[in-house]
């Protein structure tokens, strides 16, 4: 299991709240089509990396950083839209110089954003390399890199993300529909979820057994710890978000709503490093706490 998504006492506290805009649709400029598009007549399947939109799976390692991989992959969704280059941005900037979070250590989406926005900029991966840290070793954070990220302040192009803030999409179970409207219009989706269970999935969506029964559902999709741990058989608490990940999809599949989830432990997790839930029922509290960055203008 990742270290949870939130700060030392894993409560979230996002003061004053900038609500995301229903009408706002940054995909608009590049996509007129989608304009249109509203929850009543929205495909019944898509999918942001089939249009360029979503960089390759990464690996979070043994540090607690998937608050800093769900940012900066909003970030690039964001990017993308705005530029129509899709650059991978650097992670190991939050882990190392976001003040307003906790390293290896947890944090917290929104507050990474408005990092970014207070900040300046974010780097690209390949200025900044990942490097991870085994926490059980007790390895200090590395120190932030100043003069390399001050050396970029007054850059601009592709390798480099200017965002204004964020805005708040989603927190609760009413806004769930809502959300993959606003997805589809403006980009994926940092999200907070509870990750009960993400250990030992395989593949499958989750929770549609509650509608197909769990020969549709593939009995193996997550397989249970070898000790017989029955916690596995527990629902996610969709209340307790400890894990940062990316929305980058929604689809249908012979009845069952699903979200498709890109998660940070490597391609050889899941299906290709994703994750599919079931849509529609706040599962694992996948509509509880969404956020996503605001693009500004160098």
């Given at each position: ?51 360029g939109a979503v960089t390759e799976v990464k690996n979070q390692k043994y540090c607690g950083s998937c608050w800093t991989f769900s940012t900066a992959q909003d970030i690039e969704g964001t990017h ?81 993300a200017h965002i204004e803030g964020y805005q708040m999409v989603a927190m609760g179970a009413e806004y769930e529909d809502l959300m993959a409207t606003y997805m589809l219009k403006n980009g994926p989706l940092s999200i907070a ?106």
């Amino acid at each position: 299991r990742a270290p949870p998504a939130g700060g030392d006492d894993g409560e979230i506290s996002v003061g004053q709240v900038e609500w995301a805009d229903i009408d706002m649709c940054a995909a608009c400029e590049r996509y007129p089509g989608f304009k249109k598009y509203t929850s009543e007549n929205r495909p019944d399947n898509f999918d942001w990396r089939d249009l360029g939109a979503v960089t390759e799976v990464k690996n979070q390692k043994y540090c607690g950083s998937c608050w800093t991989f769900s940012t900066a992959q909003d970030i690039e969704g964001t990017h993308f839209l705005a530029t129509g280059n899709l650059t991978s941005f650097s992670e190991q900037q939050f882990v190392a110089c976001d003040t307003y979070n906790y390293g290896c250590d947890g944090g917290w989406m929104f507050a990474a954003m408005q990092y970014v926005a207070d900040f300046g900029i974010l780097v690209s991966e390949e200025a900044y390399p990942y490097m991870g840290v085994m926490m059980t070793y007790n390895l200090p954070t590395p120190t932030c890199d100043t003069d390399l990220l001050n050396s970029k302040l007054e850059g601009d192009g592709d390798d480099i993300a200017h965002i204004e803030g964020y805005q708040m999409v989603a927190m609760g179970a009413e806004y769930e529909d809502l959300m993959a409207t606003y997805m589809l219009k403006n980009g994926p989706l940092s999200i907070a979820i509870n990750a009960n269970g993400m250990d030992y999935y395989v593949h499958g969506i989750v929770g549609c057994e509650t509608i197909a029964g769990s020969e549709y559902c593939e009995a193996g999709a997550i397989d249970a710890p070898s000790d017989g741990d029955s916690t596995m058989e527990h629902t996610c608490n969709p209340t307790d978000l400890d894990h940062g990940v990316l929305l980058v999809a929604y689809g249908e599949q012979d009845g069952v709503d699903y979200w498709v989830i890109k998660n940070s432990w490597a391609e050889t997790w899941g299906e290709d490093g994703y994750y599919r839930i079931e849509r529609g029922v706040n599962k694992c509290g996948v509509s509880n706490f969404a956020q996503h960055s605001v693009y500004k203008k160098a």
